[in-house]
């Protein structure tokens, strides 16, 4: 609430005013919403018939390890052989829990407990299930789908635990809460941390995302792989340049959101596309009709950090509204003055 004190007088900024410049684009509440709906998705997609099969932990979990440093590969082989052994009831666990998980988060008075709980749950499923999403393995890019879709659960999780004493989430009674501010932050890191990934000497070249293109369009449906070629091929015809176009925006897009000029928004909302191109063309939508996705990979995720960060983002208009809102108030307190 902005405050304006002239000559021993205070003045609140109107309630309209204040409700419109200070709206979030997404609230906590819509945060734990979407993150729930997203958690009934999974459960969805664990109760694919695939999924009772031997093939979840030998054809998804165990190729997590492939590349990886024992401390990641051997827990995830040990995973992937515990599940292979009784896959049936082990899926129905999974299949429940995050079900489970995905009704807590839309219930307001549960929504604390679901939270806590899928931060563990998704901590457990990155390590064990996705083996750290490959990043220790060095091959690892966002366009594939690093850091891992759990990580990104856990980070969303705790962007939307509802504000220290408020008793009932966001209830009738209570103003849209924003994303905490640190969730600003947190979009920088993991897009400078995606330009990392590609200086890598394994994701370096140009060829290398070619190859990722190519790889993914090879299980792609049709209507998808013709655009992962023409994403490729255009990747292809740049050479070198591809590789450092892409390094150069991945970090121009962190780098903007650790500060709160003009670029900020621009830059979240080009991350925003940049992830639409990677989850189409290297992730293939989640893979979500292919019988065999547990999750619909890093794109809808990430987008939702992104579109957290703008809700912590002042407007353009926002700073001329409350100039104008504190000149106007200025003038009406020092007519009064004048008038007593």
């Known amino acids: 609430m902005t405050i304006i004190t002239t000559q021993g007088t205070t003045r609140p900024e109107p309630a309209d005013a204040r409700e419109q410049i200070n709206r979030p684009i997404l609230s906590r509440r819509s945060l734990r919403n979407l993150l729930g709906f997203l958690w009934l998705l999974d459960g969805a997609l664990q109760l694919q018939s695939f999924m009772f099969t031997s093939g979840f932990a030998h054809q998804i979990i165990d190729p997590a390890a492939a590349g990886q440093p024992w401390f990641v590969a051997g827990p995830v082989r040990w995973n992937a052989d515990l599940i292979g ?13 995050q079900l489970a998980l995905g009704v807590g988060l839309l ?8 939270i806590a709980a899928s931060v563990v749950w998704a901590g457990g499923v990155w390590y064990l299930g996705e ?16 850091p891992g879709a759990a990580l990104l659960y856990l980070v969303l999780a705790l962007a939307a635990w509802p504000p220290v004493g408020q008793p009932e989430p966001e209830g009738p009674a209570h103003a849209p809460v924003p994303p905490p501010t640190w969730i600003g932050r947190v979009w920088g890191a993991l897009w400078i941390g995606f330009a990392v990934l590609n200086l890598l000497p394994g994701n370096g070249p140009a060829s290398t995302i070619d190859d990722q293109l190519a790889t993914n369009g090879s299980m792609a449906p049709a209507w998808l792989a013709s655009f992962d070629r023409w994403v490729g091929s255009g990747v292809h015809s740049m050479g070198k340049g591809a590789g450092v176009l892409v390094v150069g925006l991945e970090l121009a897009i962190g780098l903007a959101a650790w500060q709160q000029r003009r670029l900020r928004r621009p830059a979240i909302w080009t991350g925003i596309v940049l992830t639409g191109v990677y989850w189409a063309a290297g992730q293939s939508f989640g893979e979500l009709f292919s019988g065999q996705a547990t999750d619909p990979n890093t794109g809808p995720l990430l987008v939702l950090i992104g579109l957290a960060a703008l809700s912590t983002t002042p407007r353009p208009s926002t700073v001329v509204a409350r100039h104008h ?16």
């Open 85 to 97: 052994h009784h896959p049936a009831v082990f899926n129905a666990g999974f299949a429940g829990v």
């Open 107 to 114: 219930v307001p008075r549960l929504c604390r407990w679901a």
């Open 131 to 146: 083996g750290l999403g490959g990043l220790a393995g060095g091959h690892a890019t966002a366009l594939i789908g690093a």
């Open 325 to 340: 809102s504190a000149r106007e108030f200025r003038w009406r307190s020092a007519l009064h003055a004048d008038v007593a």
